[in-house]
């Protein structure tokens, strides 16, 4: 999919394309947003991804552009006949002075799947961009299944984050050193926000600057609901986007 910036100053959708098990639907409303952005919603449309399914999100938001991807559904990663993994990637290109916001649902990693994840973001300088990631690690009374994600994040042609992270292990996801046995881990990528970043700590969350600029979020626990709560609470002050004070606040912190 693909936003631009119109000569009014509004965000318009010029190519927006998607098949099951994900549709985006674009919000209609006969009055403009009040920043002048535009939302789509990223909707699950059926269940998956299963094993053996490659999805590719394609994002591209122009110039001066601000875009909100908002999920409406969990995604539910499920195991295949013959026990092949699933693969998800999401490619975004900001330019500059444009905005992104990617705030998916949660995806749940159901016993017996191999799901691999991998967010790669290309932006330019003065592009803004706030992407936040929900891992639910197995249904309800369910043991997880095999998860692996990869981040690779580029600031004006120079790597700012590039992060791996193996969720296979069930003696790793039980260390104090590692989930804690904790069912949700939620990140939230910051890029763009107007004040510095330091360093701080929470119950169960934390918050660590990027070299160069940006910032990553990191919290823990037994439910999404306080996962991104806790997010939000990581966060705080340094969201600097027009849709805090939105109808899509409760994206980032319900």
Known sequence: MSAERAADGRTTIRELRSESPTRLIPRRSAVPSRD????????????GPLGGDVLDLRVRVGAGAHLR???????????????????ST?????EPDGVLEYLPD????????????????????????????????GRHAEAPGGL???THVVL???????????????????????????KVLATGL?????????TSTGPWWSLTPLAGSGALATALADDPATATARLAAALGDHLSFPARHT????????
């Open 69 to 87: 991807l908002i999920g409406t559904g969990a995604t539910l990663a499920l195991p295949g006949p013959g026990g092949e993994p699933s693969h």
């Open 148 to 150: 692996t994600t990869a």
């Open 90 to 94: 999401v490619r975004i290109e900001v």
């Open 106 to 137: 949660e995806t749940i990693v159901c016993a017996g799947a191999d799901h691999h994840t991998e967010l790669r973001a290309d932006l330019a300088e003065g592009s803004r961009l706030l992407a936040r990631e929900l891992l639910v690690l």
């Open 190 to 198: 910051l890029v763009g926000a107007k004040d510095p970043v330091a």
């Open 36 to 47: 002048g952005s535009a939302t789509v919603r990223v909707v699950a449309s059926a269940a």
């Open 156 to 182: 004006s042609g120079t790597p700012l984050l590039r992060q791996t992270l193996d969720l296979t292990n069930p003696r790793m996801l039980s260390s104090a050193g590692y989930l804690a046995g904790a």
């Open 247 to 254: 109808e899509e606040t409760a994206a980032t912190g319900r």
